[in-house]
């Protein structure tokens, strides 16, 4: 189970790798429907709902940033224990668009909310009404553009309608497709666990793309499981596993406004209870968990906009994880280590440079620095017997590892990024069109 | 006096600037001496020589990185009151070079020493010995190579037997251009000003490229002037001066190590004695500095890696300065932004974000935004008549300038930076060579 992510990534093919999926297939409690409301003008898929007929527990972290988009406002004012619907819609971040575009949402959720309510009235022994409020969105796309209100709400019989109860393959790659932007490949990752005799599965989805551009991209990530775990366990399980997953990669150091990664949790499989995050039964559920989330992170950089390599940044041994992390993000942000990178030129001076930009202090006579198994510098000297063209033909992979030892404590933080290539450039300099 | 930037700027060659230069001429007290010690293996100046033969008041500002190299080490031990010589080399930015790099600086400053003592007995009445310590360095170039001490120390008769003691407008831009490195244009900037009656002159030379890289590049900036002002008051003026000129520029949000901007007083003008910083005899003096400062400044940014627009981000009306800066440096070092502008797109989406990720609190129900006079954003809305067309067709300027007011306060803080363009990856991913 789990793909090995350093394999597909060296594969030969440079500008086209070999992704390889795994199918998704049958979660308990969790229905899809995807289809084009043509906000794209072209017919791509571009509204994906997800129906949790039973209702689900969840969770959701949101975006650092301090304007936040109309739907993260809408997702944050619902309380409810239960969530019915996730709708996402791509190419409209619904944001900086004020009160209009939250009442937008208002409508949307009034409608789905009444569609749902006569779903259940046909489908269910016991129907139940479906709120407004029990239902969360995700948004991406450009921001300040009026949300289309009207087209999305006008597709939402169309989208009830296809609700089938059984999931395949097939309709998992749509919905990671009816949620991409300039993602160049859909992203998906399953894992399965035990909780006590149990199997409890664990599917998700995400876009990233950029990390993070408001023109038309935002990272989102969803994770779905038949496991029956309370929203307070989910809500503490996915903020303590983000840190080292989505919150540890990096393209180009900027923030959306729509940032969003959430779990559902639909409880079909029964097992015994969970009552708080230190129940050792839930251990390998959250190790599975962090694994969806660090598969789909992980993909989501090496599909960041013009990557033509994957870098891993291990900064070992610091005095706090904070600064481990300061460290980790000044070397992944800077533009001109990653574009040493790109050009295959093992240049540690800029690495020298990003550590004394870090706002760390580091005792430099312990410092080392290696690219994969290359030393480099030791004891914050150059390694005698360092080799360049070693070292060069090393950065010919397209998987980097820049492995760091700070030598003052036993913290450690690892980030993932990519190079900065003239295609991002490309990407990000085209006119919105 | 003092060029038109914005002019020079929006001139109709986009690629091949129509660089107008001021002619630098006698500056009383300082001579200059440049040759090539051939540091990049052929035959352009690399080594460039102050020597001030009755010495010089001075103050020098150092990079904020935490990893320094050996020069600015060596430029910090020396507390001399006068400097009587300044070597600049371009090629090996002496880092990480550790004690041996320290060394190559003391054997160099001896035989710098020796020479120009010999000069002293030759050329004056009244012959001075020149102490190792009156003779600080410029260093920029790859960081963790052996610097090469040999080779300079070498040429040092020759630099010293070049000494002109009456200076022209090409030594100075010999002088310009012996510091480059992937600068494509030299740096100069004068100004003249009153003390009491007494004409004053401001001389200035700079080097940027990239902000910072540093495998190849670093600032300096170097300002010369005839008053006679103590060191404690130059220190004072510099600091003050330097936040909203050499600190108010970003290329790529990159540190180098060995950033430095000093000032030379030779006091070969005689004037009324300036006691304190708050004498209003210097307020004149001042303003040239800061002129020349910006001037220099402007002309790093305009020439900064792949650079194809200058771009001007003035944030206005914050609750303090520092609100201010975090904002203008949030939008100035967002890739996203900086790509936007290079397609000429009018994205305030991305301003929006960038806003959003400064980590200031703000208002956003009063924001205003706007590009150069156009109104896109007030009161945190749209502007009800914003055309994008007339957005875009302003966004085809070589000179771009961004106008937020954040409404919250009197504080004002404008940084300058430019574009993100394929040229920069040209530039940065090309193995050192």
Redesign the interface.
């Known amino acids: 189970m789990g793909i090995n992510f350093s394999n597909f990534l060296s594969s030969k093919s440079k500008n086209k790798r070999m992704l390889e999926f795994q199918d998704l297939n049958h979660i308990d409690g969790v229905s899809i429907s995807t289809l084009s409301a043509n906000l794209y003008n072209n017919k791509r898929d571009d509204l994906v709902m997800f129906y949790f007929r039973d209702g689900a527990n969840h969770a959701s972290v949101y975006?650092?940033?301090?304007?936040?988009s109309e739907n993260i406002k809408w997702n944050l004012n619902q309380k409810s224990k239960k969530i019915y619907s996730l709708l996402v819609n791509t190419r409209n971040?619904n944001?900086?668009t004020?009160k209009r575009g939250y009442r937008s949402l208002e409508k949307i959720a009034e409608t789905i909310s009444g569609m749902l309510s006569e779903k259940q009235k046909i489908d269910e022994d016991f129907p139940k009404k479906i709120k407004p409020k029990e239902i969360i969105f995700g948004c991406t796309g450009?921001?300040?553009e009026i949300f289309p209100e009207d087209k999305i709400k006008d597709k939402i019989p169309e989208l009830v309608e296809k609700i089938k109860y059984t999931q395949n393959k097939y309709i998992w790659m749509k919905a990671a497709l009816g949620i991409m932007t300039t993602d160049t490949q859909p992203k998906l990752a399953m894992e399965e666990c035990l909780i006590g005799n149990s199997e409890i599965k664990l599917f998700g989805i995400a876009k990233g793309s950029?990390m993070?551009?408001?023109?038309m991209a935002t990272t989102l990530g969803y994770i779905f499981t038949d496991a029956d775990i309370s929203n307070e366990i989910l809500k503490k399980l996915l903020k303590k596993n983000i840190s080292t997953t989505f919150n540890a990669i990096t393209c180009?150091?900027?923030?959306?406004?729509n940032d969003m990664v959430s779990i559902f949790a639909t409880g079909k499989v029964k097992h015994s209870k969970i009552n708080n995050i230190n129940d050792q039964r839930i251990r390998a559920f959250e190790e599975a968990l962090n694994k969806v989330l660090l598969n789909l992170a992980k993909r989501v950089v090496a599909d960041g906009e013009g990557a033509s390599k994957f870098i891993t940044i291990n900064i070992m041994n610091c005095k706090t994880e904070s600064d481990a992390r300061k460290i980790a993000f000044s070397i992944a942000?800077?533009?001109?280590v990653k574009?040493?990178i790109?050009?295959?030129?093992p240049?540690?001076?800029?690495i020298?440079?990003?550590?004394?930009?870090?706002?760390?202090?580091?005792n430099?006579e312990k410092l080392s620095i290696k690219f994969g198994n290359i030393n480099i510098v030791q004891n914050?000297?150059?390694n005698p017997n360092y080799n360049e063209d070693e070292a060069?033909e090393y950065m010919k992979n397209d998987n980097i590892e820049i492995n760091i030892d700070i030598f003052s404590g036993s913290k450690n933080f690892t980030t993932y990024t990519m190079d900065?290539?003239?295609k991002?450039?490309?990407i990000?300099?085209?006119?919105?069109s």
């Open positions: 975006t650092q940033s301090k304007i936040i971040a944001c900086f004020g450009t921001i300040g950029g993070i551009q408001p023109n180009d150091g900027d923030t959306s406004t942000n800077s533009p001109l574009t040493a790109t050009g295959g030129d240049n540690w001076g800029r020298i440079m990003a550590l004394g930009k870090a706002d760390v202090s580091i430099f914050g000297k150059i060069s900065l290539t003239k991002y450039i490309d990000n300099s085209d006119y919105r």
